[in-house]
């Protein structure tokens, strides 16, 4: 997960929160970006989906925060990933799918995660555009491998 200093200028925030997520259909971010753009702070998991809120108040149909350290139920060993959709059905209302999925933390530090897994993700709901589960799910287990097999060459172990 990117922490400050972040790889973006900070000045380009507005561009991202006035510009750029009003017009996105899909956002993928991790729990330090998503705090950035919503300018909240998530401690707990109703904090998570207020700010969740707050990303389709500013115009996506479809959330994904991609991993968050702090949610987890099963320890610090683990991270949590979290897919989220909003359809309008005919009466005007709205319906909020979401998907939360932990993953175990790979002890080393990758560049190019997020990067990778907003790739994987587009191609899997291309492969199945009515069911965004399997396409996080089938996302979050190739990224899973990826970086296991990262470590592996890397280290040896
Ligand atoms: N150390 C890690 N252990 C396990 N999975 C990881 C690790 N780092 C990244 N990932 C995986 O990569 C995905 C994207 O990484 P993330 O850290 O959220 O993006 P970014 O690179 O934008 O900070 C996460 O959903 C998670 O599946
Ligand atoms: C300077 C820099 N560092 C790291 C990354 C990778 O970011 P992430 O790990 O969020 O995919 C990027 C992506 O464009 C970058 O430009």
Not at 13 to 23: D, I, T
Not at 62 to 71: G, K, P, Q, Y
Not at 75 to 102: C, F, H, N
Not at 144 to 151: A, E, I, N, Y
């Amino acid at each position: 997960m990117e922490k400050a200093p972040c790889t973006s200028p900070e000045d380009l925030l507005p561009v991202y929160r006035e510009k750029v997520v009003p017009v996105a259909d899909t956002i993928t971010l991790n729990q330090f970006e998503a705090e950035l753009l919503t300018r909240r702070k998530i401690h707990s998991q109703e904090e998570v989906l207020e700010v969740m809120d707050k990303l389709y108040s500013m115009g996506p149909d479809m959330v994904v925060i991609t991993s968050s350290d702090l949610l987890s139920l099963r320890g610090t060993d683990y991270l949590m990933a979290l897919g989220s959709q909003r359809t309008r059905t005919p009466d005007g209302s709205t319906v909020t799918q979401r998907i939360p999925r932990e993953m175990h933390k790979v002890d080393a530090t990758f560049i190019g995660t997020g990067d990778s897994f907003a790739a994987m993700l587009l191609a899997w709901m291309h492969k199945h555009p009515n069911n965004l589960k399997v396409a996080c799910e089938k996302t979050l287990s190739a990224t899973h491998h990826v970086l296991q097999r990262t470590r592996l060459h890397n280290t040896g172990c």
